[in-house]
């Protein structure tokens, strides 16, 4: 016997996937040549799965700044700041981000997940309650896990289902800490903060908001949700993450409670962690000036998404519930669905395969995340061969001959004859 014995169910589903083609868990790009575009097994591959939202992880001011400290500080800290102390980029860092979401407080972590599970385990102790949106991601789960406050899920998106339960909570001693996300990072709907920031005033409870996926999307200065509705001063924790808008690594939290700082001290994932190096916190502090100096960038991230959402809506495809830059098209099967990315694929476009039960309602998603940087024409690719694929796996119904439409591809991609092949060949 084997201690890795247990995992023989997991085994079998990667050996499923391997059969039926490309397994979408051991994706290797050999290049990439920019936001948007990677070569894959030699041929150029439109990126969709990457959250690189304002694309700028190729800015060139991002990348010269980390060079640049990256020659005069070196690779890494190689401990925690408790340990080590802080370098001045991690001070500049927490002090930019506080500025920029208009907070006294703000602790930077070494990756977002962290920055989840550090606020989580720490804020919430024994005796107190933790209230989870049932969608959260997988960090707020952790974070939950490793604290000692007893675990309360409300129904996704369901202001009236998180008050009856913190009614019922009312009498019990102890803080209430509700946790919900800006943007829920596999179907792309948005929070109702507006009306959950109202529960949390009336119970008297607190409230943190994950702005991982809306951080730089949402907002008029791209704060996230908590700005875009209204609802700033009604959120007593921010966290979120820099490996999304921001191009870079690592997570925060910002807060106005008076008494923050205690938190470095007592927050183990924060003590015990290597802290960032010195360019991940230069490129990342370059990035946020980048994000706000530059707001057309999410004018352009909104239009593409805009365009991928309604061009897969029309054709007839299940998407979520809003345009955000998180697309995704829900099948009725895992192997259709495994299949269909396996098409993708070959045809020339990456996106995410996303699996129950990790997924909403248990359906298999093709989760594309879009960026700012996507041309329309590699938008309108995507779409049509989105199109193609659908129709030949008897997703969408067949058209006639010739009705097909046949737009014309960017260069480096397959050719029309090429992607009937492609398509007609399948996943190998």
């Known amino acids: 016997m084997s201690i890795l014995n247990k995992f023989a169910p997991l085994r079998q589903t990667y050996d499923q996937l391997r059969a039926v083609g490309q397994n979408p868990f051991e994706m290797v790009f050999e290049k990439m040549f920019s936001p948007t575009e990677g070569l894959h097994k030699g041929r150029r591959t439109i990126l969709l799965g990457t959250n690189n939202y304002l694309g700028l992880t190729f800015d060139q001011d991002c990348i010269d700044a980390s060079v640049e400290v990256l020659r005069a500080q070196g690779t890494g800290t190689t401990g925690s700041r408790i340990a080590n102390g802080s370098y001045g980029g991690h001070r500049q860092l927490e002090t930019d981000l506080a500025a920029y979401f208009k907070r006294k407080h703000c602790m930077v972590f070494s990756t977002g997940y962290q920055a989840n599970l550090g606020m989580l385990s720490t804020l919430a102790g024994k005796g107190d309650y933790l209230l989870l949106d049932s969608d959260s991601h997988a960090s707020i789960y952790d974070g939950a896990r490793l604290g000692h406050a007893e675990v309360v899920r409300f129904r996704h998106n369901d202001p009236d289902d998180l008050a009856k339960r913190l009614r ?128 057309e960038l999410r004018d352009r991230l909104h239009a593409n998404a805009h365009r991928l959402y309604n061009g897969l809506k029309d054709l007839g495809f299940r998407v979520g519930p809003q345009p955000n830059p998180i ?102």
């Open 168 to 295: 019922r909570l009312s009498s019990e001693p102890g803080d209430k800490l509700v946790v919900v996300e800006g943007i829920y990072s596999m179907l792309g709907d948005a929070a109702p903060l507006k009306e959950i920031a109202a529960v949390k005033r009336e119970m008297g409870a607190w409230l943190m908001v994950d702005e991982a996926h809306s951080l730089g999307v949402l907002g008029a200065e791209g704060r996230g949700l908590t700005e875009e509705a209204g609802v700033e001063a009604d959120v007593d924790f921010v966290v979120g993450t820099f490996s999304k808008s921001l191009g870079s690594v690592g997570g925060f939290c910002v807060s106005d409670l008076d008494g923050f700082d205690v938190l470095r001290v007592g927050c183990r994932p924060y003590m015990f962690t290597a802290s960032l190096p010195p360019s991940v916190m230069t490129s990342t502090i370059t990035a946020l000036r980048r994000l706000q100096q530059q707001p």
């Open 327 to 428: 697309v995704s098209v829900a099948l009725d099967d895992q192997l259709l669905a495994v299949a269909f990315w396996n098409r993708l694929l070959e045809g020339g476009v990456y996106l995410n395969l996303a699996l129950p039960p990790a997924t909403p309602s248990n359906l298999p998603l093709l989760r594309s995340s879009v960026s700012a940087s996507h041309t329309t024409e590699q938008i309108d690719r995507v779409v049509q061969l989105f199109e193609t694929v659908g129709r030949q796996m008897g997703v969408l119904p067949a058209l006639p001959p010739m009705r097909r439409s046949k737009p014309a591809l960017a260069p480096g991609y397959p050719a029309n004859a090429e992607l009937d092949r492609v398509v007609a060949v399948g996943a190998r």
